[in-house]
């Protein structure tokens, strides 16, 4: 830790004055044991950590919901003389509380948002040792949100923790553990770009102080905004800040066309000069807006909004996800071109909300209020507690991801009941929480009911959870579905939050036949049926103002009971260790994503045929498709406007079948099959 410390105050040193905030993380060498365990320190772990990426994922539903102790040793340096001390928690799930030296720290109740705990007074500041002790739990509590959820509710440290050291005068850090920093669009246009930094200043001195705070904008080359105001900051309080900008034609975010960003860097100067504390945060300028008819439209241009959702989990590390995997998963959902994501059912990974600001990717983050629908048991409880837990996480997402470009909507609710606790009222009361905090964006909801409960005309936005062709019905429904809704409800902007299927890369059949949702039958090509049939639905209508496939990637869900394996929703796209596309991924990809030329035969997992004459299925995004078997050509199809190209009527032989599809200056794609005697 020593060496730890010295090498990032020598680095620190060398780009910064003194006076700017140190911020070293500490998420190795911890002890962790469970409760009841009050024997002995526990074994060592090192951050992020889950102790359910065992027992959930192996599909026990009564995997460990309980407490666990993580304790660590901290040294605080004697050079840190005069700063206040903070501890920066990611996430930890769901009510972690702190312990310096013995003594109460603090307390955060809610799983996946970060907060910050001022340990100044609690620690030895003679280089002596410090004892941090950090208790979590993760049993169902009836006052935080969520109460349900289709998802496993892992335990532990599962995001990084960091030691911050700071000026006593500072940008607060305890501002609902926000950057501090809020940079609010007032309006938008191509033509100019007027912006308003609000910064809160927290004031650890005995006396009001006088300083300059210091607003910066660079484009990546140069300063192109650089302002100033002086400030008094009133002794032990928090002011709030503000500075006022404009920028002339200024370059847009706009997507995956072209997601630029600029960095806006707020400073403390103290009267000698010296730079008390700073903080960097991106600055994408964009405009957008929704219409019941036309849907998305960013910058001006109509963009229907096509996307998935996903889960923060993944195979042996449950919801531990280091930087490494959050960059494959915003890889993956570059690659099969979606330009739109939901994450769901809670706030995510603060890196991720970074690599969708970079990628272009357009969000709808959300707050845990769910209520699944197929499960007798609810989302809300009329507890004054329960409510005050709900706005409290609220504001933790909005004021934490304020200024991430890639954001547009606040999530309010998924598949909320409204028999008996009615929780439309407290919807309203959210709701206008999300717009007292930004009026900048819109809010939206994922709703299960009828389209005319109540409960879905609250939201700005409204969109629903269907699977037709998967849970009763037909693929072919949801076309009807929308039609339907939109012209009872046209006032309503229609959206799809989530449609889906289940697949098992292992069950493979000759015809198309559906499985059975909650058995352990789940064929790949019925998955790839539902999708196509599903998304010619969705791109036919222009009002649908975003869909999103449920799921992108197979996450866990320890009470299930179906497909391959319990403990798995394999409703995904990409299998959960993520090594494997589904044929469903490349139907998509040939639909959304035109950059990366490619073919793609489907099906090919079903090696053992035992039909002589089959189609053969190829997804593209290139317009021609020339199909061979066993070298010699079948001829070539032309790709229809989703990117199929079918090859009727293809006689096997007894034994192997080596099929190859190609285009001009493509990667060629090949599959055998082999046919039974």
């Known amino acids: 830790m020593k060496k730890l410390i010295a090498t990032a ?62 304790r660590r040793q901290l040294e605080i340096p004697k050079e840190w003389e005069g700063k206040r001390i903070f501890l920066r928690f990611e996430g930890a799930n769901e009510i972690a509380t702190v312990f310096v030296n013995d003594r109460f720290a603090g307390e955060h109740r809610g799983g996946y948002t970060a907060f910050v705990t001022d340990i100044t007074d609690l620690i030895d500041r003679n280089g002596g040792k410090n004892m941090l002790t950090v208790k979590v739990n993760n049993a169902l509590n009836l006052d935080i949100m969520p109460l349900v959820g289709d998802f496993n509710m892992y335990g532990g440290l599962y995001r990084g923790v960091s030691l911050v050291a700071v000026d006593p005068l500072h940008i607060s850090l305890t501002d609902h553990a926000s950057p501090g920093v809020y940079l609010t669009q007032r309006s938008v246009s191509r033509e100019k770009a007027e912006v308003s930094a609000g910064v809160s200043v927290s004031n650890f001195n005995e006396s009001d102080t006088d300083a300059t705070l210091r607003i910066t904008v660079s484009d990546g080359k140069r300063d192109i905004i650089d302002r100033a105001v002086p400030i008094r900051a009133a002794a032990d309080s928090m002011t709030r800040a503000q500075v006022d900008f404009t920028i002339e034609k200024p370059r847009l975010w706009e997507g995956r066309r072209d997601p630029f960003i600029y960095t806006a860097t707020a400073r403390i100067v103290l009267a000698d000069g010296t730079v008390a504390d700073s903080v960097s945060q991106p600055l994408g300028l964009r405009y957008f807006s929704v219409t019941p008819d036309e849907g998305f439209s960013l910058n001006g241009i109509k963009l229907p909004l096509r996307g998935v959702n996903r889960h923060q989990d993944r195979a042996e590390r449950g919801n531990a996800l280091l930087p490494e ?24 990974a603060d890196e991720f909300y970074s690599e969708m600001d970079r990628r272009g990717i357009v969000v709808w983050a959300e707050i845990p209020f769910i209520g699944p629908g197929g499960y007798n048991d609810r989302g809300f409880n009329d507890l004054p507690a329960f409510k005050e837990n709900g706005r409290q996480q609220l504001r933790e997402l909005i004021r934490q991801n304020y200024n991430h470009p890639a954001i547009c909507f606040w999530g309010i609710f998924n598949e909320l009941k409204t028999h008996g606790d009615n929780p439309t009222p407290y919807v309203a009361e959210l709701n206008t929480i999300a717009h007292e905090e930004d009026s900048t964006r819109l809010t939206t909801a994922a709703s299960f009911l009828g389209a005319s409960d109540p409960i879905n005309g609250v939201t700005d936005l409204i969109a629903w959870n269907q699977y037709f062709g998967w849970y009763g019905g037909s693929a072919d429904d949801l076309g009807r579905w929308f039609d339907a809704t939109h012209a009872a409800f046209p006032q309503y902007c229609i959206g799809l939050s989530e449609y889906g299927a289940g697949a098992s890369v292992y069950h493979q059949q000759d015809s198309v036949k559906p499985g059975i949702a909650s058995g352990w ?90 039909n002589a004459v089959t189609d053969v299925t190829v997804f593209t995004n290139r317009k021609e498709v020339e199909l061979t078997l066993n070298g010699r050509s079948l001829g070539r199809k032309k790709a229809d406007e989703y990117g199929t190209a079918t090859f009727t009527g293809v006689r096997l032989q007894t034994g192997a079948n080596t099929l190859t599809a190609s285009s001009a200056s493509t990667p060629a794609d090949s599959v055998t099959w082999h046919l039974a005697e």
């Open 9 to 70: 105050l020598l680095l620190l040193g060398a780009l910064h004055t003194w006076g700017e905030r140190i911020t070293v993380p500490v998420n190795d060498n911890w002890r962790f044991r469970f409760a009841h365990q009050v024997n002995g320190e526990g074994r060592r772990v090192d951050l992020p950590h889950t102790w359910n990426a065992g027992d959930a994922l192996a599909g026990n539903p009564d995997y460990y919901r309980g407490t666990g102790v993580y």
């Open 521 to 610: 039958w789940h064929p790949e090509n019925y998955q790839t049926y539902y999708h196509i049939t599903n998304w010619k639905a969705i791109n036919e209508r222009p009002y649908v103002w975003g869909s999103f496939v449920w799921n992108l990637f197979d996450f866990g869900a320890a009470h299930r009971t179906e497909g391959d394996r319990p403990g798995i929703n394999d409703k995904g796209l990409v299998t959960f260790d993520r090594k494997t596309r589904k044929d469903a991924f490349y139907f998509y990809k040939a639909n959304w994503n035109k950059d990366e030329p490619f073919v793609y035969i489907a099906n090919r997992r079903h090696e053992r045929r035992s």
């Open 325 to 348: 995997h959050h960059r494959e998963d915003a890889a993956i959902i570059e690659e099969i071109g979606a330009n739109a994501v939901r994450l769901a059912h809670y706030p995510q």
